[in-house]
């Protein structure tokens, strides 16, 4: 996710940016594959860390608490803004590794961040109206934002990280009844992408409720409603409830 970020920021710079893109990898071989789309790589996260206005801790939870004691002695003598994507990882206990209270930003993004389709979720702590827009301007160059509360986090990861395999997994399925009804795989799965490219737009630009837009498309006694209660039959809603609440950490 680091590095997807990284990439998206680097080719979505513009001149009125002043941004510079620092990152660092234990990894010789991860800092090779990154070089291209930043302005620096380091093996050592102090070294990265040691001018940034912006430290962003791109790593898996279990590894926070040794990035922190990394940059510690850095950030002890500034007040950088902090962003963390580890899931799970509360602004509380980012603070309590820190040992004080900057400017602190909890941010759940997804895999489509990489091609600046992202549905990028900000909590925030200890901030102010300037440093929200400067993060929120970053990440909207990477797909939509929304700030929401803390406590909302754990969900919104199931809704919007976890969310875009369920997508894919419909996608998936659906491909596959598309094969089955004579389809080549790749057409069908095109035919699906765009299925569900076409769906979201119709929600995001008329800002209509799913329902409003199915029955457009569904007439009395037609074939989408025979469809539809079909999959319900097979409990299609409750599956996906069911499966965004088995995501919450």
């Known amino acids: 996710m680091g590095g997807a970020i990284a990439q998206g920021l680097f ?44 430290i962003l801790i791109a790593v898996k939870p279990w590894l926070v608490d040794r990035v922190i004691a990394d940059i510690r002695p850095i950030i002890s003598q500034r007040s950088p803004i902090i962003v963390s994507v580890a899931a799970g990882v509360t602004i509380e206990r980012l603070q309590e590794q820190l040992g004080q209270q900057l400017p602190t930003f909890r941010v759940i993004p997804n895999t489509a961040i990489s091609i600046a389709e992202s549905m990028t ?19 909207e160059k990477l797909g939509k934002i929304l ?51 076409g769906a979201a737009q119709l929600i995001l630009q008329n800002n209509s409720h799913p ?28 599956a996906v409830i069911k499966g965004l609440k088995a995501s919450l950490i």
């Open 211 to 238: 329902e409003v837009e199915i029955d457009k498309v569904t007439t009395p006694g037609g074939i989408t409603i025979k469809g539809l209660n079909a999959m319900e039959a097979e409990g299609f809603t409750n």
């Open 11 to 54: 080719k979505h710079k513009t001149a009125g940016d002043n941004l510079q893109i620092v990152v660092a990898n234990p990894g010789q071989a991860k800092r090779d594959a990154i070089a291209p789309f930043c302005d620096a790589t380091f093996a050592d996260n102090a070294q990265a860390a040691a001018n940034a206005d912006i």
């Open 147 to 197: 700030f929401i509360p803390e406590s909302l986090m754990n969900a919104g990861t199931a809704l919007t990280s976890c969310g875009i395999a369920y997508a894919l997994r419909y996608i998936r399925a659906a491909t596959e009844g598309g094969v089955e009804m004579g389809f080549p795989a790749a057409q069908a799965k095109e035919m699906v992408a765009q299925i569900l490219i």
């Open 121 to 139: 979720l900000i909590a925030h702590q200890d901030t102010n109206d300037e440093q929200n827009k400067l993060i929120g301007s970053l990440f």
